[in-house]
Every structure is written in C-alpha cells, then in structure tokens.
C-alpha cells in the first residue's frame, strides 16, 4: 500500500514493522508502520491501513514533565476514519466485532487526502481505514510507543514470537 504513494524506497520497504498487537487478527486489528525519524524530539511515520483494518483505540500518556506525545495526522491516500472522544457520531466505520469496550472514543472525522488534524497529549483515539485502505504521516513530538495506554487489555505492544 505504500509503494504506489511514491513515497518508499527498497530499504524503506525492508523496515515497514507489522504490528497486531498481540490480537493475532492482522487484517481486522493491526497495522503497518514504517519509521522515518524518531529523535528524542521528534517522530515521523507513514502508517498503512489495509481496508477496514483498525489501528486500536490508544493514548500517549504524560512522562516525567512531558504531558505525553502530541501527533498530527496527514492522509496520502485513501479514506482514513478518526475517533476521538466528544460526542458519539460513529457512522463511516464500525467497532471490530465483539469489542464494543475496548473503543470508546467515538467522535468520527472522515478524512480524505491532503486532510490534516493534530491530537493533543494524551487524547484517547483509533483510527480505521475505509474501503480502499489509508496511508497517512504521523508526525509527533518524541515516541514513547512502548508506553502508550490501550483500551483494550489483551494489547500487547511488542512482539513475541511464540511457538506452535
């Protein structure tokens, strides 16, 4: 999903982390998230959602005297859904079957390409793909993603292989 945006190289493509985060359901819960900077200031990443995938609902909590990560979303292509919390208008997209308490945030903003929108620290959101897919920047203050708070407790934020 990334290739067509022009955006990646063939190393780029090398480095895309596949995140389930720990649900083991990749195509309903998950997504796709290449790097392109992360300083202690800074953090850039192109995030891929296939269509209707959902990246779970989250939040960047305060660390010491930082009150936590502060994000700006840009979408490149396709139809991203964002849910924050404010008045329910949930319409576009859907809670991933059986998981109705695990997102609660259910503010909806339909964005298209070129839309942008910045999240203050701390703000609970989710954000779900439309019917062809999303491919968005998130451009942030400093990434602490091992820190983030999840809605859902069965979450797990790193990767562990287990086997068979």
Avoid at 31 to 60: C, G, M, N, S, Y
Avoid at 88 to 95: E, Y
Avoid at 101 to 119: F, W
Wanted: charged content about 25%.
């Amino acid at each position: 999903m990334m290739r067509p945006t022009n955006l990646i190289t063939d190393e780029d493509q090398q480095r895309i982390q596949v995140a389930d985060f720990g649900l083991s359901q990749l195509e309903t819960e998950g997504a796709q998230i290449l790097p392109l900077v992360d300083t202690d200031r800074l953090a850039v990443k192109i995030i891929a959602l296939f269509p209707h995938q959902t990246l779970p609902e989250h939040w960047h909590p305060p660390v010491g005297d930082d009150p936590g990560k502060e994000e700006t979303f840009r979408v490149i292509s396709g139809t991203l859904l964002l849910y924050v919390e404010g008045t329910p208008t949930l319409h576009a997209g859907s809670i991933p079957a059986g998981k109705d308490a695990c997102y609660t945030a259910r503010h909806e903003i339909v964005m298209q390409p070129r839309d942008q929108i910045t999240l203050a620290p701390g703000a609970k959101h989710w954000l779900q793909a439309g019917s062809e897919g999303a491919v968005v920047f998130s451009f942030s203050t400093c990434a602490r993603d091992i820190l983030d708070g999840f809605s859902d407790p069965d979450v797990v934020r790193t990767t562990k292989i287990v086997d068979d």
